[in-house]
């Protein structure tokens, strides 16, 4: 598959359902540490609820959502911002990288080690059979896991500071990912999840 540049890497999975690439360092004008000020100041971010098990929850962390089209999980249906400037230098960047065309994005600040995401697939019909997502860190490293969804297989990568994972293939069929708090205090992360719908 012709995706990623040579600085990228294609990332061994337990099973052959599913892709991951990775490139350790999101290529871009400026440096990591301006890159997220810039989405920290310039983002709309929310504390947002979603239904979980009958009733409605706060996440563990903020969120805001750009782009061109609205987007449902979790019982709630999400009316996006128009892409901001610096949003579009990063996607176009992503979308450079990945050769993959992107039209939304998902934006989560975890403020800390308590702010989390819980388990879940990106596999929500507008996605398509076969999503292709980019997920661009910045910040804190905080370990990614991907646990399958019939085999006892578990996948941890650590997601560092300017560090860019793409999923594809039929892996939000097959997989579930999130991110655990953790003990150890850590200081905030921003990251952008890109998808087309």
């Known amino acids: 598959m012709d995706l990623f540049s ?8 337990p099973i052959d359902d599913g892709e991951l690439y990775f490139m350790q360092q999101l290529v871009l004008p400026v440096d990591n540490a301006q890159v997220m000020q810039r989405l920290l100041d310039e983002t709309a971010w929310k504390a947002e609820t979603i239904f979980l098990f009958g009733r409605e929850v706060a996440q563990p962390r903020l969120s805001a959502w750009y782009g ?3 987007y449902t999980y979790s019982g709630r249906t999400f009316e996006p911002l128009p892409f ?3 949003q579009l230098e990063i996607k176009r960047a992503v979308e450079a990288a990945s050769g993959k065309r992107f039209n939304s994005l998902l934006l989560n600040y975890y403020r800390n080690e308590q702010d989390s995401m819980g388990f879940h697939s990106d596999d ?3 996605l ?5 997502i980019a997920s661009v860190s910045f910040g804190a490293t905080r370990t990614f896991i991907l646990k399958h969804k019939t085999q006892p297989k578990t996948v941890k990568i650590d997601l560092a500071d300017g560090s860019l994972l793409l999923m594809a293939g039929k892996l939000q069929h097959c997989w579930r990912h999130g991110i655990n708090k953790q003990r150890k205090p850590c200081g905030p992360r921003i990251n952008l999840t890109f998808r087309l719908i």
């Open 124 to 126: 929500e019909p507008e």
């Open 68 to 70: 061109e089209r609205r």
């Open 128 to 132: 398509g059979l076969q999503p292709a």
């Open 6 to 13: 040579a600085e990228a890497e294609l990332l061994p999975i």
């Open 84 to 86: 901001t400037p610096w």
